[in-house]
């Protein structure tokens, strides 16, 4: 005897073969009896859950955040406060591939974290871009059927991407950071992440402040040349994810610092931005970032499927001290993401050792598929049997004044709105040539594949002449538009 374990069914009793099924004599035909076998059978076709609908390809890693400044006055959420350390884990990810896909596509790239805080799970649920392409939740379905797969040959279709593109041309600046190498970065560890979204925060006074983060990497920015990242596509699918995890188990812990840009309440109305624009910035000179602590990722999961494939997380989960912001975006993903674990997962996902908050949890939601832990009697409320009761105090300072008539509009333009102002800041002021060179190269590139049109290339000049007229003339020459 060896001290190996022996093969069980999923009932843990001892299987009877690892190897032959149970037959009628050696040839013969097999037997539905043979519980194990059927077992084997079915549990294997049963194996997948629907992968995400985006963001499939990723993977994710456990750490620590740690604050070092004092943001008493901003916020009273407890993760937030001097000295707390907070455990974590972070999914990283590509937008638009399949679960199969390789990692260093063109695309933004997710950077979703989920804190396990003293007042249950936090989620910020961004990407390496502190923007994004659309501003109302409505596009959102067509917008990722334009970077998904044509109907008729199951395709990925570049024609259908500019024709989306150029017909919201808010998109513009989002565009231009996926078109610069930040499209392809070098690893996960060498890209910063943001929340994107403007969101609450509100203090122990009910003093209120409109917040964004930045996630700054320690490790640099580092980029793929699109040579090389369509060279490794072939040559290493996995690239990121074998990066993160070989990193993390030799001990190279990347970190990022924590950054905050923070906005007085009242600001807001008239800013020369309109700050719930999730198309948008706050350039630094109007509200400069201040770093607030640093996290740190330190731990691989055991078990992708356990723990990556079955992460759930939610913009909705906010804790007292943090709130939403009316960014129209952020308010559809309120209430998307949920959802999309309920059918992905089923509605029990948040008792799964990933998801499950590190506090006790007192909710009168109880059954449903796949629950094991269940409260007990009293099963509603209000009772007068000393059940759980809200604390509606930990939320004062959450509430705001807002008006208006119902409608379906374009959001208010603030002073200085235009969809072009920001992408050609970023043209004109903050990329380098060799940038501005690799800019050009990548739109020309991607807008030569043989499915684009004539007429689309003029359309893709049009486009990019709104951001700047040199970059316009560059792209025309590449593609050879008069
Ligand atoms: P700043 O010069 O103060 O900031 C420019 C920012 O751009 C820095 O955060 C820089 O930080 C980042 N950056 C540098 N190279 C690139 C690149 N190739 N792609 C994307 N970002 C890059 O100017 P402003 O705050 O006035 O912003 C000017 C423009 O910079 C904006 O219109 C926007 O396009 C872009 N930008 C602004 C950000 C903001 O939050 N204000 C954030 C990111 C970009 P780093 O190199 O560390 O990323
Ligand atoms: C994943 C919807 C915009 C970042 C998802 C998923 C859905 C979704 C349904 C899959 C969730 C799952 O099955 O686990 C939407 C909708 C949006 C929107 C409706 C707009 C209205 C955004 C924006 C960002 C973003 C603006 C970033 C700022 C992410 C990330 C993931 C994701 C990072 C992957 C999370 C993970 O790692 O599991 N989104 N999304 N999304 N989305 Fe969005």
């Known amino acids: 005897m060896t001290d190996r374990p022996i093969t069980t069914t999923d009932a843990g009793i001892p299987a009877p073969s690892d190897e032959f099924s149970l037959s009628v004599g050696p040839n013969g035909p097999l037997l539905l009896q043979d519980h194990y076998l059927i077992q084997k059978m079915a549990h294997f076709n049963r194996e997948r859950v629907p992968e995400r609908v985006v963001h499939a390809k990723g993977g994710g890693a456990y750490g620590v955040l740690r604050i070092t400044e004092d943001v008493s006055r901003y916020t009273k959420a407890k993760l937030f406060q001097k000295g707390e350390e907070t455990g974590l884990f972070l999914r990283f990810s590509t937008v638009a591939g399949e679960l199969g896909s390789a990692d260093t596509v063109r695309d933004p790239r997710g950077f979703a974290i989920k804190f396990y805080t003293e007042d249950g799970n936090y989620d910020i649920v961004g990407n390496n871009t502190p923007i994004f392409f659309i501003r109302d939740p409505s596009k959102f379905s067509d917008f990722i059927h334009s970077q998904k797969r044509r109907a008729d040959t199951h395709t990925h279709d570049h024609n259908m991407q500019w024709d989306f593109w150029t017909l919201s041309p808010e998109s513009a600046h989002q565009v231009s950071f996926l078109m610069t190498d930040r499209g392809t970065p070098r690893s996960w560890r060498h890209m910063h992440g943001f929340g994107s979204h403007t969101f609450l925060w509100y203090n122990a006074a009910g003093e209120k402040f409109w917040v964004k983060y930045h996630f700054k990497t320690e490790q640099g920015i580092e980029n793929l040349t699109d040579a090389e990242a369509r ?246 020459q590449g593609l050879g538009v008069a």
């Open 231 to 476: 060279a490794l596509v072939a040559e290493d699918p996995d690239f990121h994810i074998r990066d993160l995890h070989t990193a993390i188990s030799n001990g190279d812990h990347p970190a990022w610092k924590v950054n905050v840009q923070i906005m007085p309440f009242e600001d807001a109305a008239d800013y020369r931005f309109n700050p719930f624009d999730l198309t948008k910035v706050w350039p630094h000179s109007d509200y400069p970032e201040i770093t607030i602590g640093r996290f740190v990722l330190n731990r691989n999961p055991e078990n992708y499927f356990a723990e990556v494939e079955q992460a759930g997380f939610e913009p909705a989960n906010l804790v007292p001290g943090v709130g939403p912001s009316p960014d129209k975006m952020l308010q559809g993903r309120l209430f998307s993401y949920p959802d999309a674990h309920r059918y992905r997962i089923g509605p029990n996902y948040l008792q799964l050792p990933v998801n499950a908050p590190k506090v006790p949890v007192h909710s009168y939601n109880r059954d449903g598929r796949m629950r094991y832990r269940n409260p007990g009697d009293p099963v509603y409320a209000p009772n007068s049997v000393n059940g759980p009761a809200a604390d509606p105090s930990l939320y004062e300072g959450e509430n705001y004044q807002v008006t208006g008539e119902i409608i379906r509009s374009a959001h208010v333009r603030h002073r200085e709105d235009d969809d072009y102002v920001q992408p050609r800041a970023l043209w004109e002021h903050v990329l380098s040539d060799v940038d501005r060179d690799h800019m050009v190269s990548n739109i020309v590139g991607h807008a030569s594949a043989p499915e684009v049109t004539a007429d689309m290339k003029k359309r893709v000049v049009d486009y990019w002449t709104n951001i700047h007229k040199d970059l316009g003339q560059r792209v025309a």
